[in-house]
């Protein structure tokens, strides 16, 4: 067996993933390389670059180092039946910490204190709408990992939660209650604060349109830490021009990177940061960790069983 690593950041863990896992074990150090080596691996336990995919035609399993799986499923696969299993639950953490960081940043305005800090003005009338999350209603829009994470670490705040899925379990937990993403509008309209935790798919793309931004409250924050293309960005700029929404915390956005022309840059109920919500000190350690125990699996029944991604759902 095979096992071909994609991943710098695994080069000082070669040997003990080489023992864990009884493997042949190879490092990549860069897509040439991987490029090369990709025809003869039976497993991928890294990064996944179009050219690599394509030339791995041996490939059962793909573990892939990040939640999102989009552009691995739009790429060609040299084995059309390769298993792709992603990175969730590594994120959740990070991600929902941003999240609530981008939250109250812009209750308390703290964005524009850092900017007097940093033009060395001490002004406390800095003429925002201070605000608490006593007794709001926030909506968590993809109640999978990173939306029950968020929801965690909000409930100690006194929120109402209500979470939206695909397909509620009822087994969620935090929200007060979850329900499918096809009564979203129901509730739009009742939202203090809209969450977006969705992963990028043909049905989440655009979803938060112009039809959808007019119906919130106007008082009403989204913080997106999902991904950009759920919002179209003219129809974001028009709410928030427009007044049918309070405020906006960005970690993604669409186009992404942002154009430097951008209305959003400069409106100061705006706070962009360069997706990096999930940047982590135990990215690699996580990743390790669901790799072996699907290696378990893969060793016992021939196929993975944590995080699989569906393709038809994309993800």
């Given at each position: 067996?095979?096992?071909?690593?994609?991943?710098?950041?695994?080069?000082?863990?070669?040997?003990?993933?080489?023992?864990?896992?009884?493997a042949?074990?190879?490092?990549?150090?860069?897509?040439?390389?991987?490029?090369?080596?990709?025809?003869?691996?039976?497993?991928?336990?890294?990064?996944?670059?179009?050219?690599?995919?394509?030339?791995?035609?041996?490939?059962?399993?793909?573990?892939?180092?990040?939640a999102?799986a989009?552009?691995?499923?739009?790429?060609?696969?040299?084995?059309?039946?390769?298993?792709?299993?992603?990175?969730?639950?590594?994120?959740?953490?990070?991600?929902?910490?941003?999240?609530?960081?981008?939250?109250?940043?812009?209750?308390?305005?703290?964005?524009?204190?850092?900017?007097?800090?940093?033009?060395?003005v001490?002004?406390?009338?800095?003429?925002?709408?201070?605000?608490?999350?006593?007794?709001?209603?926030?909506?968590?829009?993809?109640?999978?990992d990173?939306?029950?994470?968020?929801?965690?670490?909000?409930?100690?705040f006194?929120?109402?939660?209500?979470?939206?899925?695909?397909?509620?379990t009822?087994?969620?937990?935090?929200?007060?209650?979850?329900?499918?993403?096809?009564?979203?509008?129901?509730?739009?309209?009742q939202?203090?604060?809209?969450?977006?935790?969705?992963?990028?798919?043909?049905?989440?793309?655009?979803?938060?349109?112009?039809?959808?931004l007019?119906?919130?409250?106007?008082?009403?924050?989204?913080?997106?830490?999902?991904?950009?293309?759920?919002?179209?960005?003219?129809?974001?700029?028009?709410?928030?021009?427009?007044?049918?929404?309070?405020?906006?915390?960005?970690?993604?956005?669409?186009?992404?990177?942002?154009?430097?022309?951008?209305?959003l840059?400069?409106?100061?109920?705006?706070?962009?940061?360069?997706?990096?919500?999930?940047?982590?000190p135990?990215?690699?350690?996580?990743?390790?960790?669901?790799?072996?125990?699907?290696?378990?699996?893969?060793?016992?029944e021939?196929?993975?069983?944590?995080?699989?991604?569906?393709?038809?759902?994309?993800?």
């Open positions: 067996m095979r096992l071909l690593l994609t991943w710098n950041a695994l080069a000082e863990d070669v040997d003990m993933i080489r023992e864990a896992t009884g042949e074990v190879v490092l990549a150090r860069d897509k040439e390389e991987a490029v090369r080596l990709a025809p003869t691996a039976d497993v991928i336990f890294g990064l996944a670059a179009a050219e690599v995919l394509k030339a791995a035609e041996k490939c059962r399993w793909l573990q892939i180092i990040f999102g989009e552009r691995v499923l739009a790429a060609e696969w040299g084995n059309p039946d390769m298993v792709v299993t992603n990175a969730s639950g590594i994120f959740g953490p990070p991600v929902a910490e941003h999240a609530v960081g981008l939250l109250l940043a812009l209750n308390r305005g703290i964005h524009l204190s850092r900017d007097n800090q940093l033009a060395r001490w002004e406390s009338n800095i003429n925002w709408q201070f605000r608490e999350l006593t007794s709001v209603v926030v909506g968590i829009l993809g109640f999978g990173l939306g029950e994470q968020v929801a965690k670490r909000l409930a100690g006194g929120c109402e939660i209500i979470g939206f899925r695909r397909n509620p009822g087994e969620e937990r935090y929200a007060k209650a979850v329900y499918p993403i096809a009564e979203f509008d129901n509730y739009l309209g939202l203090d604060y809209l969450i977006g935790t969705l992963p990028e798919t043909a049905d989440t793309i655009g979803f938060l349109h112009r039809g959808r007019q119906k919130m409250q106007s008082h009403a924050m989204i913080i997106n830490v999902g991904r950009g293309s759920l919002i179209p960005h003219g129809d974001l700029v028009e709410a928030l021009e427009k007044g049918w929404i309070g405020g906006v915390g960005l970690d993604v956005t669409n186009p992404e990177p942002l154009s430097a022309e951008s209305p840059w400069e409106m100061t109920n705006v706070l962009i940061t360069p997706h990096n919500a999930g940047y982590t135990f990215h690699k350690t996580r990743a390790i960790s669901i790799f072996l125990e699907n290696w378990g699996y893969f060793q016992k021939g196929i993975p069983r944590i995080n699989v991604v569906n393709p038809k759902l994309g993800y």
